[in-house]
């Protein structure tokens, strides 16, 4: 553990935005949760549920959960910033699609993204 905001040691909660997937949502991209491994959906997705989990539990900083992405973001300072290597996996499966999940995407997702 490198600090009480990045656990190295915590895995994700799973391979997609848990709270979408329990309410039958959507997503765009994912966000990993560094303190807790909560996966959630990033802030163009419509649920914009890893802000929600920062505001619920005040767990300030995230790790791209995307293929080949390994940029954390601090929602407290606002700011992007290189990191450890979080447990794996470290990323949703390449082959899971984007949006996703598979079935639960409307056809005109692309007008419901917040930009």
């Known amino acids: 553990m490198t600090s009480p905001e990045i ?4 895995p ?6 848990a709270d979408c997937l329990a309410a039958g949502g959507w997503w765009f ?3 990993r949760c560094t303190e807790c491994g909560h996966v959630g959906c990033c802030d163009s ?13 005040g ?7 995307e293929p080949g992405e390994d940029w954390f973001w601090d929602f407290s300072s606002e700011q992007a910033f290189a990191g450890p ?9 390449e082959d899971q699609p984007v949006p996703g999940p598979a079935g639960a995407v409307p056809v005109e997702w692309r007008s419901r993204l917040h930009r």
């Open 7 to 10: 656990r190295t040691d915590v």
């Open 12 to 17: 994700p909660s799973g391979t997609g935005c």
């Open 29 to 31: 991209h994912l966000r």
């Open 45 to 57: 997705s419509p649920a914009q549920h890893a802000t929600g989990h920062f505001a619920a539990t």
């Open 59 to 65: 767990h300030p900083v995230v790790q791209s959960f």
């Open 85 to 93: 290597e979080l447990a794996p996996p470290t990323s949703r499966p």
